[in-house]
């Protein structure tokens, strides 16, 4: 089965054993960079600074490697629409499959557990069979168990804002995960975006709210909390596309081979604390105490695992897809997919599930999709560009 969801992802580009993506922008030179250099050459003379300059100079030549902070600034529009293609495709999938088995399966804790252990397996078999290999990480396992954290976390936090926020405000706060995007891009990398990046994404964002305009009510903790979740969220995009394209430079695969088996424990545990496994082992039990029969048990078992089977494939092809997808189009993009997906699902769920919508989430509806294609046609021209700001030595400290 994962051969069967590696074999898909081939559609969407041939290159899946993915090598680090590398960008042709001109850079600029922190300013910062030039005082110290004068600062060095008082203290230890002209032949330190000389050294210093050849160095320099070399890590001038490798800007191409560095000079973009999402690595997408080589790959073909053509190649970005086919990953994008195929995230739309694995995402809405699940969207609509997790939301027909939620009443069989309301655990999300548990949920998040079982696909974290699938992509463990998946990512596993594929190791087995030559798909990619296994880096020297060192001392940056820290960032790996970080990361992983990062990923748990982000969805603790999302299930605990819900407990104490309307769904219509924690969509429309979860929908200003690219202005998050942008700022944690802005306030560490130096990263520059164009008036017409920052134009489309109005309509991105303010479509979302539109869309899902309803009953909005929060307490002072779970506005908190929320906002939290939209920044994490952020962070967490981020950081999956930095891992492949800056420092370690993982390919897709592994990044996802090493966080799943970091993150199955972390959100098993907090499966755990939420009581999600004593309310499993409750229903178990009276199932027993009623009389059930062993025949019903038994059909039960098989119904459940047949859909957490198919369940945890689709995710796992999610998974890989995302993680590919991230690598190839960049982080904001994809948070930008992310608000463009939902209210797809919003459409979907109007067609399959006779939603009701009101005019004004229609034209919330309108406004998003078009802020989507906007910022579709500014971005893949290549408007955004990171100068080089000594990002390689930022990483390893």
Known sequence: ????????????????????????FQT???????????AHQQLH????????????????????????????AEVPAAVKYKYLACYFLFNLGLTLFNKAIMNEFPYPYLMTAHHAF????????????????????????????????????NIAISNASLAMVTVPFHQVVRATSPAFTILIYREVYGGIYTKEIYLSLIPVIAGV??????DYYATTGGFLLTILGAFLASAKTVATNRLQTAGLHLSSLELLHRMSFLAFPQALAMSIVAGEINIVSEKLGIQAHIGTTSIDVVGSGLKIGLILLVNGAMAFGLNVISFMSNKKVGALTMTVAGNVKQ????????????????TLNAIGI???????????????????????SDIEKAEEK
């Not at 709210?209 to 309803?214: D, I, K």
């Open 209 to 214: 709210g539109l869309a899902t305009y309803g």
């Open 118 to 153: 699938t992509a463990w397996i998946g990512t596993s078999v594929l190791l087995s069979r030559g798909y990619f290999t296994l880096s020297q990480v060192g001392g940056s396992k820290v960032k790996l168990h970080g990361f992983s954290l990062l990923y748990t976390i």
């Open 45 to 72: 003379g002209e032949e330190a600074v000389s050294r210093i300059r050849s160095s320099f100079n070399l890590r001038e030549s490798q800007k191409v490697a560095v000079g973009m902070a999402d690595g997408s």
């Open 1 to 24: 089965m994962a051969s069967a969801v590696v074999q898909l992802s081939h559609t969407c580009s041939p290159d899946l054993n993915d090598s680090p993506t590398t960008t042709p």
């Open 343 to 358: 209210i797809i699902a919003v459409v979907l769920s109007v067609v399959f599930w006779n939603l009701k919508i009101s």
């Open 28 to 38: 600029r030179v922190p300013s910062p960079m030039l005082g110290n250099l004068i």
């Open 366 to 388: 309108a406004l998003t999709l078009a802020g989507g294609l906007l910022y579709a046609h500014v971005s893949m021209r290549g408007n955004t560009r990171l100068p080089n």
